[in-house]
């Protein structure tokens, strides 16, 4: 994998993949972002949440460790320890805020977005925007709650991460389909396109326009251009057979500035 940015950085350690988000400032200081995408870890994790817990952290560390059911709804929770694992509320986003807990999200195809922000104090919430969660406008809907806490300043100084998912290239439904329906009415026009009997749908740009929507200037929003389907080697795919393994989302903010990283953090 060959990534190098400023907003990513990709590698592959001992077998496994993973992307690391490149926040920007002091941020990259504060908090750590990082999905775990094809590998020895994910593959033998086979998307379960508890296996992954054990394998990053081993068995006798006592982690907090938010990881909801994901039911492509629009509820938020809180990164908080009561709702850390072996809990398993539904929601399809994680808000972190509070220092030594870590939350998490699992994807295979569906677009993994993270906001973060400094303002007026350090948070970091993770999305899970399917398909259905794009058209439910999840990531305008968790930003409108977050903005109650934060203030529209809070969103207007915010950075956005999109993807990698599946891309227009690759996500078409039927013409027919009842969902489909759904897609023509609730996405931006821009971002379908009909091709004979399939209309293909574009969700990482709808997603920008979700995140714009809200107050994310476009400039502080980044899309890796990765699509999970055209790079089987690298990113899960349902569409390509992926039934149970997933590519992991983790992050956490630090407890403090003299903090033991991970290997896989920052
Ligand atoms: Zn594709």
Known sequence: ?????????????????????????????????????????????????????????????????????????????????????????????????????????????????VVVSENPFDWCVLIHSGFIGTCSRIAANVLEKISKRTGREGIKLSHAWIGPGIGMCCYSRRADDPLALLGVREFPSECIRREGRLIFFNMPKAIVTLLYDMGVPLSNIHQTEICSSCNPGLCHSYRRGDSTERSFLLARIFPGCHNQHHWWEN
């Open 1 to 113: 994998m060959e990534i190098r940015n400023s907003f990513w950085r990709g590698m592959t350690l001992e077998g496994q993949s993973i992307l690391q988000y490149q926040l920007p400032g002091k941020l990259n200081d504060k908090m750590s972002v990082t999905l775990f995408l094809k590998g020895n870890l994910m593959k033998e994790a086979n998307g379960c949440p508890e296996r992954t817990t054990r394998i990053l952290f081993g068995e006798r560390h006592e982690k907090h460790l938010v990881a909801p059911l994901q039911k492509h709804k629009t509820a938020m929770i809180e990164g908080r320890s009561i709702w850390a694992l072996p809990a398993r509320p539904e929601a399809d986003s994680v808000f972190l805020e509070k220092k030594g807990v870590y939350g998490s999200l699992r994807f295979a195809d569906c677009i993994p977005v």
